[in-house]
């Protein structure tokens, strides 16, 4: 394996994106440097997720350039899958397969992508659940576990690729309260790792305690970004002020995400 190259992990130009006449990124610029923890939040519908998932190419940008660890994933001809490979990604559900057992929820992808022999796998997959807390569920199904532990799961999945990044879309919003807490704790623990995580959330306590960086997005746009605690605690922006003291309002009622 080649070093990675010296520069951000991620680095978006002129990003565009559009679904029919609804112009939902509008021109983002943005970058993550290697080992950074970087939170995106803003109201629904202000253009994270399709962010997100433009980075991994689950979306197609319309304009702009994405490049990811020195490879320009916007070129036509780059290779998606092989790209996709080593990029971790979380969504809000958990898209475990149900008919497996946890184990071998994180055992199959190894194998049949990665073309990683059975045992070493398997070696692999009782690592990362041991990483996640969830060494005693590796012969239950997913329907046997609570919202909080499906999530550690997929998790761990993501870890067995050993992905050189991970994204996570909202991974704590369909989660019970109670449950929150020990899938930000791995989260953390990643974070503290090293691991280059790019993570849109609605947890704004632990975008202000983990991230490095906390960009707010509102109408496809990237309104403000900067330190965490400067973002979080004192916003320049106006919207962005806004937006937080309704967020962090625990008397509002009918938050605008």
């Not at 970087?38 to 702009?64: A, H, Y």
């Not at 996709?84 to 008919?99: A, D, I, T, Y």
């Not at 979080?232 to 008397?251: C, G, H, K, M």
């Amino acid at each position: 394996m080649t070093d990675a190259p010296v520069g951000p992990a991620i680095q978006l130009t002129g990003v565009t994106k559009s679904f029919g006449d609804n112009e939902v990124l509008r021109g983002i610029s943005l970058a993550v440097n290697p080992g950074d923890v970087v939170c995106l939040i803003g109201p629904s519908g202000s253009g994270k997720s399709t962010l997100l998932r433009c980075v991994n190419l689950l979306e197609t940008p319309n304009s702009g350039e994405i490049v990811v660890n020195g490879t320009v994933v916007t070129d036509p001809e780059v290779d998606i899958d092989g790209f996709r490979r080593r990029v971790g990604l979380v969504f809000q559900h958990f898209n475990l397969f149900p008919h497996l057992t946890v184990l071998e929820n994180c055992v199959v992808s190894q194998v049949k992508v990665l073309k990683r022999s059975r045992a070493e796998a398997v070696e692999v997959a009782e690592r990362n659940l041991a990483r996640v807390g969830l060494s005693d569920k590796a012969a239950a199904r997913p329907a046997a576990l609570s919202g909080g532990q499906q999530q550690r799961v997929a998790i761990a999945r993501a870890l067995s690729m050993d992905p050189e990044l991970m994204l996570f879309d909202e991974p704590t919003s369909a989660l019970d309260p109670e449950t929150v807490g020990d899938v930000l704790a791995v989260m953390r623990e990643l974070a503290d790792a090293g691991m280059t995580m790019l993570v849109v959330t609605h947890e704004m306590g632990f975008a202000r305690e983990v991230a490095d960086r906390v960009v707010f997005m509102d109408g496809g746009v990237v309104v403000e970004e900067g330190p965490a605690a400067q973002v979080i605690t004192a916003p320049q922006n106006p919207r962005t002020q806004e937006f937080l003291s309704r967020v962090l309002d625990p008397n509002h009622v009918g938050l605008d995400d």
